[in-house]
């Protein structure tokens, strides 16, 4: 029986009675136990420094100090933890924070709705508003776009094995090229322009865009500020509501609050999830224009939409916010990622790498098929975690807690380039 035991693998009870869709523990072939800032530890003790980040969920680390203390706080005090939308005193707390410290500072107005506990749920809120508010049906997207797996938010979803994974059709979307799809002597703005000036072009005006201003999951796309404000001109000479989905790269992934601050827009709706609820707890919010808010009460709602401790642990991470030492910290450090990305595609031209991103939102395109993933798999031996994103999984994606501190990022990063050197002489 011993020797059996040993002969298991670690994973034994999760390949056994665990679904075939899992997929990280695929990447991260070992049973984790505990985790604090941006650090995790295996059962055995192994350390491993998270360059996931739980996929944009833990921007302020595992265990955050200053939230676990205020949700330990709040359940020994018997506060509410479920409540639908009924009104709570840590649901009030967090909307006027939310308004003191977001909203106003940036000269934004926007009601805050509480779509139920996940990104999808805001995406699919968010479309369904959009529709509601103009009448009309087609939801305009981009190539490359992620924004859920329910089947509104697969419908404005571009990967394909995402979307085959529906089952069924995902109509009434119609995808266009993002900034640089045709390299960079194209304006696609001005392709979408044509599409509505001609009578014969078969696209119907659209209820809405959605737009990541920083494409996560589909290889680190970066819109430029400019191009940005191009979007938010189109839609405002069409007619078309403007929606954001800050859900991976929003609460200050790309260094600001709101990813697309810096170029100056309003979006009418904008869809928060993964970092919003600060601790990890499920929550989302969609954020709405006041002129836009035509629903009738219930028209969309959600069991777990009253998440009382997400509300507590979202609110003590808006501390983060009330002044800008924090957004300077997080673009100090992606200047330092950068670098080290920029060195190792000069470093490796035969690895045909190229470097791209913005704050701690960033990636390293691999032109060499299946050498992504072999790096990741380098790193995570030598304890580092992170992923591959990108259509065909092609570009190494490093996307540390924004917490983390300098020593431990620069660790990672020794660890990243020992990957590309090993990688390499494998070759």
Not at 113 to 121: C, H, V, Y
Not at 337 to 342: F, M, R
Request: with cysteine; charged share 25%; glycine share 10%.
């Amino acid at each position: 029986m011993a020797v059996q035991e040993k002969l298991r693998s670690p994973l034994h009870v999760f390949e056994r009675f665990e679904s075939e869709v899992r997929s990280y523990c695929r990447s991260f072939p070992t049973v984790f136990d505990k985790a604090k800032g941006s650090k995790l530890w295996d059962r055995e003790g192994r350390e491993y420094i998270d360059f996931f980040a739980g996929a944009g969920a833990l921007n302020y680390g595992h265990n955050n100090p200053q939230m676990k203390a205020k949700i330990i706080e709040y359940m020994m005090d018997d506060g509410v933890t479920h409540s639908l939308d009924m009104a709570t005193v840590a649901k009030e707390k967090l909307l006027q924070k939310f308004q003191e410290v977001i909203l106003q500072p940036r000269g934004f107005e926007y009601k805050v709705m509480f779509p139920g506990p996940t990104g999808t749920n805001s995406v699919e809120s968010a479309l369904k508003l959009a529709r509601k508010v103009t009448g009309r049906e087609v939801i305009m997207s981009f190539t490359n776009a992620f924004h859920g797996m329910t089947i509104g938010s697969l419908a404005v979803t571009g990967n394909k094995f995402k979307r085959d994974g529906a089952g069924i059709a995902l109509p009434h979307t119609l995808s266009m090229p993002y900034e640089n799809y045709f390299g960079e002597d194209v304006d696609t703005i001005d392709y979408m322009e044509r599409y509505l000036e001609d009578n014969g072009s078969g696209v119907s005006l659209p209820a809405g865009i959605i737009l990541e201003t920083v494409q996560g999951e589909g290889g680190i796309n970066v819109a430029s500020f400019e191009w940005m404000k191009k979007v938010e001109a189109f839609c405002r000479r069409w007619g078309i509501l403007l929606i954001v989905d800050d859900v991976q790269v929003g609460c200050g992934r790309t260094g600001t609050f709101f990813s697309f601050e810096k170029a100056g827009i309003q979006p009418d709706i904008i869809c928060l999830s993964k970092s919003i609820g600060g601790f990890g707890i499920p929550l989302a919010l969609t954020l709405i224009k006041p002129e836009h808010d035509v629903w009738e009460p219930g028209e969309h709602n959600g069991t777990f939409r009253g998440h009382n401790l997400a509300f507590v642990a979202a609110t003590e991470a808006l501390s983060y916010w009330e002044d800008d030492q924090f957004s300077q910290e997080i673009t100090r450090k992606g200047e330092m990622v950068e670098a080290c990305l920029q060195g190792l595609a000069e470093r490796y031209p035969e690895m045909e790498a190229k470097a791209r991103g913005r704050g701690l939102m960033q990636g390293i395109e691999i032109g060499v098929e299946g050498l992504s993933d072999e790096i990741c798999k380098a790193a995570f031996e030598r304890g580092l975690i992170m992923e591959t994103s990108g259509p065909n999984g092609e570009v190494v994606k490093v996307m540390p807690p924004l917490t983390i501190v300098e020593e431990e990022l620069k660790q990672g990063l020794r660890i990243l380039e020992e990957s590309f050197a090993t990688c390499k002489q494998n070759k």
